[in-house]
Nanobody, 126 residues
Framework: VQLQAFGGGYVQSGGSLRLSCAAS????????IGWFRQAPGKEREGVSC????????YYADSVKGRFTISYDNRKNTVYLQMNSLKPEDTAVYYC????????????????????WGQGTQVTVSS
């Protein structure tokens, strides 16, 4: 099981980025996926997650209404569309997966996820 996150970059405040998390060795159909981020000097926090069973989603209050998580089964890729970016969104973003055969979801607790991709840096200038 491998995850690869990419799509980060440098953007001005108010701009948009779309992060991608590509999977190999498994299909997202049986997995719960989460996006996390870690800003300099801060602990890693959960941003969003999606359940494999019904596609239900969750967003942290700080990103609700601005970020959208989705997945494309054909490409075996999960996306995080980030709009109206703010400087406080600056962080290294990680995607994570956990086997979820019953579609229970895993929420945004790090300990609930077994597989992690490398991070991708998002920098938002003011």
């Amino acid at each position: 099981v491998q995850l690869q996150a990419f799509g980060g970059g440098y953007v001005q405040s108010g701009g948009s980025l779309r992060l991608s998390c590509a999977a190999s060795g498994f299909t997202f159909d049986d997995y719960a996926i989460g996006w996390f981020r870690q800003a300099p000097g801060k602990e890693r926090e959960g941003v969003s997650c999606i359940s494999s069973s019904d596609g239900s989603t969750y967003y942290a209050d700080s990103v609700k209404g601005r970020f959208t998580i989705s997945y494309d089964n054909r490409k075996n890729t999960v996306y995080l569309q980030m709009n109206s970016l703010k400087p406080e969104d600056t962080a290294v973003y990680y995607c994570a997966a956990d086997f979820d055969p019953y579609g229970e979801g895993r929420g945004t607790m790090e300990s609930n996820y077994d597989y992690w991709g490398q991070g991708t840096q998002v920098t938002v200038s003011s």
